[in-house]
């Protein structure tokens, strides 16, 4: 049993820094105006209703859900950001519950506890591993491009407010892009140095459930 949970450790660390010098990271562009208006709306007729979104009212405001929850406004929520360089997400995490890795690519991350605490990490394009415990008011970043998570180890439940460094901050699932698509077993097993079958396994609990 200690040999299986140690060959997994060594995989997920494998994994993390073999992810980390490998992200593509890039930047929004600059523009020449103020904002940009959507293509569905007439230049005279913005109001402020145009810079304002709700969205993020019953993220903040209602108890923690069941399984860690992210509300995001960025470009796609918020047509207003177009051209800003900047978003925000709501993340909600119960008791137990982990943001597991990822990287965003255009953009670094600034995190904000507002309720409980969080064990976060980063690993850097040197494969080094920065860990840190944060409560309630304390502020991380995870610099852009590089493998990053949230772990609430507590009780209790947390929440956090994350702002992006970019309108559309991408998000790219480690576990997910790795193990979740159709990349053949056996050069994901000489990859990471297991064997197929741990591969398959690990793909049957990650590969994303195919829409009707």
Do not use: C
């Not at 609430?152 to 991408?170: E, I, T, V």
């Not at 159709?182 to 690990?202: M, N, P, Q």
């Amino acid at each position: 049993m200690a040999g299986a949970i140690n060959g997994v450790f060594s995989l997920v660390l494998a994994l993390l820094a073999l992810s980390a010098p490998l992200a593509v990271v890039a930047g929004d562009p600059d523009i020449l105006t103020d904002y940009i208006v959507p293509l569905f709306a007439i230049p005279g007729n913005i109001t402020g209703a145009f810079f304002t979104h709700t969205g993020l009212r019953a993220a903040v405001t209602s108890p923690a859900p069941a399984n860690f929850t992210v509300t995001k406004a960025s470009m796609a929520e918020f047509p207003a950001l177009n051209g800003q360089s900047v978003s925000f997400a709501a993340l909600s995490y119960p008791p137990g519950s982990v943001n597991p890795t990822h990287t965003h690519p255009r953009a670094s991350e600034l995190l904000l506890v507002v309720d409980g605490a969080l064990s976060v990490g980063f690993v850097d394009t040197a494969g080094k591993l920065f860990t840190q415990d944060l409560a309630t008011g304390d502020m991380f970043v995870f610099p852009k491009g590089t493998v990053h998570w949230q772990y609430n180890m507590g009780n209790q439940p947390a929440k956090a407010l994350s702002a992006f460094g970019s309108a559309a901050a991408g998000l790219v699932s480690v576990p997910v892009t790795v193990f979740g698509t159709a990349i053949d077993d056996v050069v994901l097993a000489k990859s990471f140095k297991t064997d197929v079958g741990t591969v398959r396994k690990l793909k049957a609990a990650l590969t994303p459930t195919k829409k009707p």
